[in-house]
């Protein structure tokens, strides 16, 4: 037992010696020098080290060099610069006169990339101007030299575009990769933080001496950044050309956006998570996805999408989907908060109208769905696009199965100078009801009918808008009801008490009406509305803004054997959700007033034309009176001349 310690003792000071001796079979200068060669030989670009070397025991045998850089291609900044640079070596290939580099470390290093406003980037041509470099030693050592590793520990990373004005950093960054050599494939893992976000990752790269060389080359990536997930495999060149498949899990995309120095204000929940996949084909000037899938939240589509990268992203698409669920987009407008300026109703949402979105990009976008929810209201078999010009989009409905019936027309939403909101609308047999809730939040007309209405609002509020409204329009209805007032049973000997409240209905068998809008007040003069029992025109306002009425409808009643025929107005006056019902007794003098002014005018009328005609008679026998005295007279006289 004691024999075999002793021994064992014994092999370990041999190893010891070996390990510690073969460190001085090669310099520290000759591995930092063979190092650099390396490293200006892959990069293309010269490679400086200082001599503050230490030598490394553990956990590889190798040495530890002070600060190096790497030159950029302009003249402004380094392409790395860094603390140092600790390299390890096989020790069983020392002595062998064979120096086998398992793993070069960049220590803290700083990756600076500058494209200059001249387009000209420091990290361009990097295969140029490789250095042969060394003497004849060096180069048998460099002839079979393989690099087992690369790592990065703490390393730095920014990106300044002075073009754009765009700029990145990556901090924390941490990089192992590997390869046997420039033409074996690369794999690398790394793990960095940017603004906040963590990301991490794997890379496998096919070649990186075609990489280098400027050729494309086979690559896919794996990558985590903050809860979502990316993955790519294609082809890529170091000109920043990617083609490949994409997939991307994005629950968060927030974190994506902080990343590229975007808003990381959290998107609506109700459209993540998002997802996308498809054939990418991407350049720095552009990202095409052909035979894309799309998820936002419950939303599914589908279609090949383009991003132009300029200074405003231009989105062109042309994308199809099932059944979309949009009724997060109307959600809240049932929650209006009560305007306190407003005497009546319940009142429009106050709350500001974040309008910036229209902004952030431009677009030409062509969308058909079999359905679209908005929630109030339902459209099928849509056929739309949207475009979006310096923060002014348009919304063109080509064709729509809407409120019960066919509906085209187009809305713009422009924030170029403050929010505006337009439309023009044509409905055919649309379900009434369901247009004016939407439209303008009332509810108490239902039928089918055709509609016509153009409208302006300007504000930054919904109130405000409402408001401000102007505009036409025109309404076309067959049969349907009125709820709030029941003329039928008020006119037909029914109990008074029953006829108005909101159980009572007028039913109709038609009624047209057109209107204009001036400062959010509606205006009709028009109306003529048919009935069983009774026929009804109306006239008066609609405050859009306030959610107010103030209308009389002048009913006549046909010949019946209850009441017989006749005809009294009803005033409609108060906020939409509790008007005021009540037979207008001031409208009916003042109707009576116009009876008897016209009675009286026509009688004062007709007294003068009594005396008028009385005048000229008198008048006229006066002239014959003094036309007979003169011929007379004249007779007279032309007798006594023939006598």
């Known amino acids: 037992m004691f024999r075999i310690v002793l021994r064992l003792l014994a092999l370990f000071l041999v190893l010891l010696i070996v390990f510690v001796g073969g460190l001085f079979l090669i310099s520290g200068e000759k591995l930092a020098r063979i190092a650099g060669d390396r490293m200006t030989a892959a990069l293309g670009r010269e490679v400086e080290i200082t001599d503050e070397l230490q030598p490394l025991f553990f956990p590889n045998l190798g040495v530890r060099t002070g600060a190096f850089t790497v030159a950029g291609s302009t003249d402004d900044a380094d392409l790395i610069a860094g603390e140092g640079l600790s390299v390890a ?17 960049l220590l803290s290093p700083t990756l600076t990339l500058v494209k200059e406003s001249d387009g000209r980037t420091n990290w361009s041509d990097t295969t140029a101007g490789a250095s042969d470099g ?83 080359t086979g690559v896919s990536v794996n990558a985590e950044i903050g809860r979502n997930t990316v993955g790519f495999a294609g082809n890529m060149s170091s000109g920043g050309v990617l083609e490949g498949d994409l997939v991307a899990a994005l629950p968060a995309p927030e974190a994506l956006l902080a990343l590229s120095g975007g808003d990381a204000t959290p998107l609506p929940a109700d459209i993540l998570p998002i997802e996308v996949s498809g ?22 589509l589908q279609g090949p999408l383009i991003v132009a990268l300029d200074d405003v992203p231009f989105v062109t698409a042309q994308l199809s989907a099932g059944a979309l669920d949009l009724s997060f987009l109307t959600a809240e407008e049932g929650s209006a908060q009560a305007d306190p300026s407003a005497a009546e109703g319940k009142g429009w949402s106050t709350d500001p109208i974040d309008a910036s979105a229209l902004s952030l990009l431009d677009a030409d976008i062509r969308l058909d769905a079999a359905s679209i929810d908005l929630g109030a209201t339902a459209m099928q078999d849509v056929s739309a696009t949207v475009t979006i010009d310096n923060a002014r989009a348009v919304a063109k409905i ?124 509606m205006r009709n003069d028009d109306l003529l509305m048919t009935a069983k029992l009774f026929e009804a025109r109306g006239s008066g306002d609609i405050d859009l803004g306030r959610q107010s009425f103030d209308y009389v409808l002048w009913p006549s009643v046909f010949e019946n054997d209850v009441t017989g025929g006749f005809s009294i107005p009803v005033r409609i006056k108060g906020p939409w959700a509790s008007p005021r019902i009540y037979p207008d007794l ?12 016209e009675k009286l005018r026509a009688e004062a009328e007709a007294r003068l034309e009594a005396e008028r005609q009385k005048i000229e008679e008198d008048v006229e026998t006066r002239i014959e009176r003094e036309k007979q005295k003169l011929e007379d007279k004249l007779l007279k006289g032309l007798g006594g001349l023939f006598d």
Not at 89 to 105: G, M, N, P, Y
Not at 146 to 175: C, F, H, K
Not at 404 to 423: E, H, I, K, M, T
Not at 586 to 594: D, F, G, I, M, S
């Open 279 to 300: 054939a990418l084909s991407a350049t720095p000037d552009s990202i095409g996805i052909a035979g894309g899938t799309y998820r936002l939240g419950a939303n599914r």
């Open 134 to 216: 060394g003497d004849g030693t060096g180069d048998a050592f460099s002839r079979e030299l393989s690099i087992a590793g690369l790592s990065v520990q703490n390393g730095t990373v920014s990106y300044r575009d002075e073009t754009s004005g765009q700029d990145m950093l990556l901090e924390n960054v941490n990089l192992s990769a590997a390869m046997a050599d420039a033409t074996a494939p690369l794999r690398a893992s790394f793990d960095f933080v940017s603004r906040g976000q963590p990301a991490r990752g794997d890379v496998e790269l096919a070649s990186l001496s075609r990489l280098l060389a400027g050729d494309m």
């Open 89 to 105: 070596v096989d020790l069983l290939a020392l002595f062998s006169r064979r120096v086998d580099v398992k793993e070069i470390t």
């Open 398 to 521: 080509l064709r729509a199965q809407a409120f019960g019936g066919a509906l085209v027309g187009q809305f713009v939403a422009n924030n170029r100078d403050g929010l505006s909101v337009a439309g023009d609308m044509d409905g055919k047999t649309v379900a009434i009801q369901s247009l004016l809730t939407d439209m303008a939040g009332f509810d108490r007309m239902r039928g089918a009918g055709n509609t016509q209405l153009s409208f302006l609002g300007v504000g930054q509020s919904l109130d405000a808008i409402m408001r401000s409204l102007s505009g036409r329009g025109a309404l076309d209805i067959g049969q349907g009801d009125i709820t709030g007032f029941d003329l039928a049973s008020l006119f037909g000997g029914g109990d008074a008490a029953d006829a108005v409240g909101d159980r009572a209905v007028t039913i109709f068998r038609s009624l047209e009406a057109s209107f204009t809008i001036e400062n959010g007040v």
């Open 586 to 597: 001031e409208a009916v003098a003042r109707e009576r007033l116009k009876v008897e002014e």
